[in-house]
């Protein structure tokens, strides 16, 4: 008892020193030599804490080889963000520490999540085709003094960055102001909000970047001709405008693109990215089409010849050093272990209050008005998380899946994610498509994984796994001479 009370005012302090290192750091942001010495020294402990805590060594060496090319990300966000790189920074700092505390739980059996998906609301301005949240312009709220309490219990589980979907959530801003309360409530968290990007005008841009921590993902389908024709005409002019706003209030916002079948060249076409950049973004999240939510569309799901250009193209533009963090939720299982879903990493609560493994995964297995309430099985989210046999399902099947090309339980493993739903205490959620379990859409998964199987034995190695193989190579030419 005593070593662990001493462990846990060692590592406050150490949170604490990282913190007052951070806040210090705001004064020399505009000094080139001193905010390249504090970057290179924030990084470096980063790299510390996950030498430290990482067990996985062939994640290590992907996480490694992904830490070296962020650094064009950073320096333009340094340049050309400032205001939201100090909230960047304090986001850094908050994380280097939750790894710790996160090994910590890890190693002492609990469901560890560094981040979760919350919709505040259900509800959308738009109405577009496919939409897997099944979002109407009626629909179900999450009040902001609950937002509140959910946000503090999942920090308690160490949760770092909190992603706000919807529905969109910026109907939300525009109600209550949810999220620029929830960011200035929680200054050293990070919140990525996924939006159309519609109602982001002036005073909000100007409201963000008081915040500073609040970074809008703006949806595209490609280029303007394919998000007007999913999104109504001219939602890429407002998207352009606001992304010209969120840029001149120093708002670090990014793209949010959903790969099908009829866009996924234009959007690993060099220019896209380059479009991208050029309009401001300085991230991007990358999906695959999943068939569910409203009317779904098997067809449009992306091939397996697409899905691996996707991966080709976003590790090139890596190894080109882009100037913008890029994250593909699939085709990065190297990079994370595998798949994150049922606590392990992350998970997911909709707007109802139901909550579920994974944002895809269109099952609800509890519900956090219940457990406020005090009426659940449950006495807290994360006891939820931990206790629940479907979460748990989902992490004892994870160690059993080594294939990081192929990590996911809905797409990559289906006949794995429907053993796990033979466990009791699950209920579809309202975004579960007729036929998703064992109708036309299940056949049709069952195909996509197949394929995928298949084309996964062929990939070329990732860069990571290259430059390994190399220098080993090197190293044993060297001993031979």
């Known amino acids: 008892m005593e070593h662990n009370t001493s462990m846990e005012f060692r590592d406050r302090l150490a949170h604490l020193a990282l913190g ?25 402990r980063l790299d510390q804490s996950h030498e430290a805590c990482e067990d996985d060594t062939e994640k290590l060496m992907h996480d490694r080889w992904f830490a070296e090319h962020l650094r064009p990300f950073l320096d333009r966000l340094l340049e050309e963000r400032p205001a939201a790189a100090r909230a960047i920074l304090r986001f850094i700092a908050s ?35 496919g939409c897997y949240a099944k979002s109407t312009r009626d ?41 620029t309360r929830l960011g200035q409530r929680f200054p050293d968290r990070g919140f990525l909000v996924y939006t159309n990007g519609t109602l982001i005008d002036e005073p909000v841009a100007a409201r963000l970047a008081g915040a500073g921590n609040i970074f809008p993902a703006i949806s595209v389908e490609g280029f303007e001709h394919e998000t007007n024709r999913r999104r109504g005409e001219g939602v890429y002019a407002q998207n352009r405008q606001a992304r010209r706003l969120l840029a001149e209030c120093g708002v670090m916002c990014g793209f949010s693109a959903t790969i ?12 896209f990215i380059e479009q991208r950049i050029d309009e401001g973004d300085m991230f991007g999240w990358f999906f695959l089409l999943m068939p569910i939510g409203r009317s ?78 005090g009426e659940s099985a449950y006495a807290t989210l994360g006891d939820l998380v931990q206790r629940h046999p479907v979460f748990r399902g989902f992490r004892e099947e994870q160690e059993g899946i080594t294939d990081r090309a192929r990590p996911c339980l809905l797409v990559d493993h289906p006949e794995v994610f429907r053993r796990i739903v033979q466990r009791p205490g699950w209920r579809p959620a309202r975004n ?8 036309v859409i299940a056949r049709h998964i ?35 001479a």
């Open 296 to 373: 779904p569309r098997v067809d449009l799901m992306p091939t397996a010849d697409q899905r691996a250009l996707l991966r080709e193209t976003i590790y090139r533009w890596r190894e080109e050093r882009r100037p913008i963090f890029l994250g593909d939720f699939w085709n990065d299982g190297a990079l994370v272990g595998g798949c994150i879903a049922g606590g392990r990493y992350y998970f997911h609560i909709y707007a109802n209050g139901d909550v579920s493994p994974c944002v895809f995964s269109p099952i609800a297995c509890g519900n956090i008005f219940d457990i406020i309430r």
């Open 20 to 44: 007052a290192a951070v806040r210090g750091a705001d004064l020399g942001l505009q000094v080139p030599p001193i905010r390249n010495f504090f970057l290179n020294w924030l990084l470096d």
């Open 260 to 271: 099908t079948r009829e866009n996924c060249e234009a959007v690993c076409s060099d220019a």
């Open 432 to 439: 579960m498509a007729d036929g998703y379990l064992d109708g």
């Open 446 to 480: 069952d195909q996509v994984a197949a394929a995928w199987e298949e084309t996964a034995r062929h990939l070329p190695p990732l860069p990571a796994e290259r430059e390994a193989a190399e220098r080993r190579q090197a190293e044993r030419s060297l001993a031979s």
């Open 139 to 179: 629909g179900s709220d999450i009040p902001y003094g609950q937002m509140e309490q959910i946000v503090k219990q999942v920090i308690n589980m160490g949760v770092t960055l909190v992603t706000i979907s919807g529905g969109e959530p910026f109907l939300r801003e525009q109600a209550d102001r949810t999220l």
């Open 95 to 129: 994380w280097t520490f939750d790894v710790y505390r996160r090994t910590q739980a890890y190693r002492g059996g609990a469901a560890t999540p560094c981040t979760v998906v919350i919709e505040p609301t259900d509800r959308c301005n738009l109405n577009c085709p």
